[in-house]
Nanobody, 116 residues
Framework: QVQLVESGGGLVQAGGSLRLSCAAS????????MGWYRQAPGKQRELVALITSVGSTKYADSVKGRFTVSRDNAKNTVFLQMNSLKPEDTAVYYCSLTTYLAYNYWGQGTQVTVSS
């Protein structure tokens, strides 16, 4: 069983930065694709960024140029560096792991609040 634990959320002013981390248990991290999603109140969960097992990345248009996803396979951890934050980035951010067999796991989420 895979467990994902997010950290790094908090309250920040518009224009500020936060770095989210997601630590995964188990031994499948390095062969898995990792994703960051977010869900704002009253809205559907949406993709923020993806990083594949070989390091390819994909971003939502709304965060391109501001957010950077990275991973450290030695530490079983994926990161989301968020710069130039906007109030519309306020949401609960979730980490996701997808195995090479397409099994999907989710973290419990971490709140990010950006004040104007």
């Amino acid at each position: 069983q895979v467990q994902l634990v997010e950290s790094g959320g908090g309250l920040v002013q518009a224009g500020g930065s936060l770095r989210l981390s997601c630590a995964a248990s188990g031994s499948i991290f390095s062969t898995s694709n990792m994703g960051w999603y977010r869900q704002a109140p009253g809205k559907q969960r949406e993709l923020v960024a993806l990083i594949t097992s070989v390091g390819s990345t994909k971003y939502a248009d709304s965060v391109k140029g501001r957010f950077t996803v990275s991973r450290d396979n030695a530490k079983n951890t994926v990161f989301l560096q968020m710069n130039s934050l906007k109030p519309e980035d306020t949401a609960v951010y979730y980490c996701s792991l997808t195995t090479y067999l397409a099994y999907n796991y989710w973290g419990q989420g971490t709140q990010v609040t950006v004040s104007s």
